[in-house]
């Protein structure tokens, strides 16, 4: 009996043999045909990924002047108001800006004519466009309050505004073009 026993531990291991090379074969055929269907896709097909990351440009401005503190002073004498516009923003841009008084007549002494022009719309229009960094030239020199208010003191209040002077990648022709776009709602 004891032969008899051993021949048939003897044949369960060969079948063992044989199940696990089964195993292993099917497992290396498994392997194969993924390698070569994985391998085939990425040999047909191409990927590539672009990031492109876009800034808006934007005007940012602000009024620079040059005033001394107020102190009194005489009807129909000139008081110092220097006043330019400076781009701090990221695009070139036009500028305008508009004069308002509280009350009385006053004038405005040293005009600006050759930089600014009058646009008899309440504005004054700087011509020239305003690179990043840089400011206008004043608008005026000084004040000189007409008469006698009847406040005791009289308001100059300066307000100004700015346009991009591109649309898209043109650049406007003038300050003119520039503002007839902006006053239409951005269609010209």
């Avoid at 021949?7 to 043999?17: I, P």
């Avoid at 390698?35 to 934007?58: F, K």
């Avoid at 002073?73 to 070139?92: C, L, Q």
Wanted: proline share 4%; net charge neutral.
């Amino acid at each position: 009996m004891p032969a008899c026993r051993k021949g048939r531990m003897h044949m369960r291991k060969k079948k063992k043999r044989r199940t696990a090379g089964i195993t292993v074969g099917c497992g290396i055929c498994v392997l194969t045909l993924f390698c070569a269907v994985s391998g085939t896709s990425a040999y047909l097909t191409d990927h590539e990924e672009r990031i492109n990351q876009i800034t808006a440009g934007y005007n940012e401005t602000g009024i620079e002047e040059e005033f001394p503190t107020p102190t009194p002073a005489a009807p129909g004498e000139t008081i110092v108001k220097k006043v330019r516009v400076k781009n701090y923003g990221a695009v070139p841009c036009y500028i305008r800006i508009s004069v308002a008084v509280s009350e009385g007549s006053v004038t405005l002494k040293g005009l600006n004519t050759t930089g600014w022009t009058d646009g008899k719309d309440g504005y004054y229009y700087y011509r020239n466009v305003v690179e990043p960094g840089s400011s206008t030239e004043d608008l005026f020199a000084g004040v000189r309050i007409e008469g006698n208010p009847e406040a005791d003191s009289v308001t100059v209040t300066v307000y100004e505004e700015s346009v991009q002077a591109f649309d898209g990648t043109v650049l406007y022709e003038d300050y003119q073009k520039a503002w007839e776009y902006y006053r239409g709602g951005g269609s010209a």
